[in-house]
C-alpha cells in the first residue's frame, strides 16, 4: 500500500507545489512506493510560474499540478493520509495551516522555509530563491524516501521525520 504524503502551504502555490513535485519525481526514479499531494489552507487557484519554471528547468515533469484547498483531502473518497507535512514559514509569522483531515490520524511534521515569493530582487533573485528552495525541499525528500516507511511503527515515522526536519 502507498504512502500517501500531504505537504500544505497556506496559499498552495510554491513551496507545497515543489515539495510534491520532489517528492514524486524521487519516489518514480528510486520505484518508492511513495505518492505526494499538496494543498492549501487558502489556495491561490494557481502555482506560480518560477516554481514551475524551477521544477521544469530541474527535468521535473509539472503536468497536472494545481492549486488546490486541503477540503479535498477530508472526504471519505480522498486517499488515506500517512503523513502531513506543513512548510511554511512559522519563523516569519507565517499563518501555517493545522490540518486535522478525514482519513485517520496521519503524522504530522513541520519542515518550514522562507517563502520565494517574497525574495527581494528582480526576477533572477525570485528564479535562485526558487531553486534554492527546489534543492532544499528535493534533499528532505530524498531523506524521506531513504526511511523504510513500510516497517517504521508510527512512532518511529514520527521520530525519523521530526529528526530531518532539525537536519
Known sequence: MATNVLILCTHNSARSVL??????????????DVQAYSAGSA???????FAL???????????????????????????????VITVCDSAAAEQCPVFFGGSGQPIK?????????????????K??????????LGYRML???Q?????MSK??????LAQIARA
Not at 515539495?19 to 514524486?24: D, K, P, T
Not at 489556495?43 to 510560474?49: A, E, H, V
Not at 512512532?155 to 525519523?160: G, K, W
Open 53 to 83: 519554471e524551477a521544477l521544469q528547468n530541474a527535468g521535473v515533469e509539472t503536468a497536472g499540478y494545481r492549486s488546490k484547498s486541503w477540503d479535498e483531502f477530508t472526504t471519505p473518497d480522498a486517499p488515506p493520509l500517512s503523513i
Open 43 to 49: 489556495p491561490s487557484g494557481r502555482i506560480n510560474p
Open 19 to 32: 515539495g510534491e513535485a520532489m517528492l514524486n519525481h524521487w519516489a518514480r526514479k528510486l520505484g518508492q
Open 127 to 136: 528564479r535562485r530563491a526558487f531553486e534554492l528552495t527546489r534543492q532544499a
Open 109 to 125: 511534521v513541520h519542515w518550514g522555509y522562507p517563502d520565494p515569493s517574497n525574495a527581494e530582487g528582480d526576477d533572477d533573485g
Open 143 to 145: 531523506q524521506l524516501l
Open 147 to 151: 526511511l523504510p516507511l513500510a516497517t
Open 155 to 160: 512512532a518511529e515515522r514520527q521520530q525519523a
